[in-house]
């Protein structure tokens, strides 16, 4: 009687012992899953904001070859040229150095959130209708204007923004949806 007590009990612990290996097992799994995602969309984040900077920098480049060839044209502000360009040396200089941004987050995110807007009512939208947007209804106007066909070259372009910048709102808020 004992013994068939003892064999019963030794069952009912290998029992929960198995059960508790397939829970710990199937919870790992889980987080290997989630790991594995986080990682993919930690790889998409940083592969586009290496893009985004890289299109600034190309815009960056663009502007002063266009400022230099406007210079260029106008011979007498070749003093002023030459000063603009050890200043923006000494300040290029002073950034390394400082690591530090000129502008603090909160002020260059209050001046995002003030810049005017494109899409005005949500109810009529239409060609005419594109005047103003706020931060909050951009997602809705890339959105409309995408429905209405247009590229992310033609939206940025329609909206003020980058391809860029519109390319990482669509993907994220698909990713967060």
Known sequence: MVSTF?????IIFNVITLFAVVLLYMRQNRLFGLKEEQEKMIQDTEEMLS??????????????KKISSIEAKQPHHKHKKE??????????????????????????L???QQEPSVVGPKESKTEMDIVDW????????????????????EIAHKLNKGTTEIQLLLKFRANGQ
């Open 6 to 10: 003892l064999f019963f009990i030794s």
């Open 51 to 64: 893009t985004y900077l890289l299109q600034m920098k190309d815009e960056n480049e663009a502007f002063l």
């Open 83 to 108: 000063s603009v360009e050890i200043q923006s040396k000494q300040d290029e200089r002073k950034w390394t150095q400082s690591k530090q941004p000129i502008v603090s987050k909160k002020e260059a």
């Open 110 to 112: 209050k001046k995002y």
């Open 134 to 153: 706020t931060e909050d209804d951009l997602y809705e106007n890339v959105l409309f204007l995408q429905k209405k066909g247009l590229t992310i070259e």
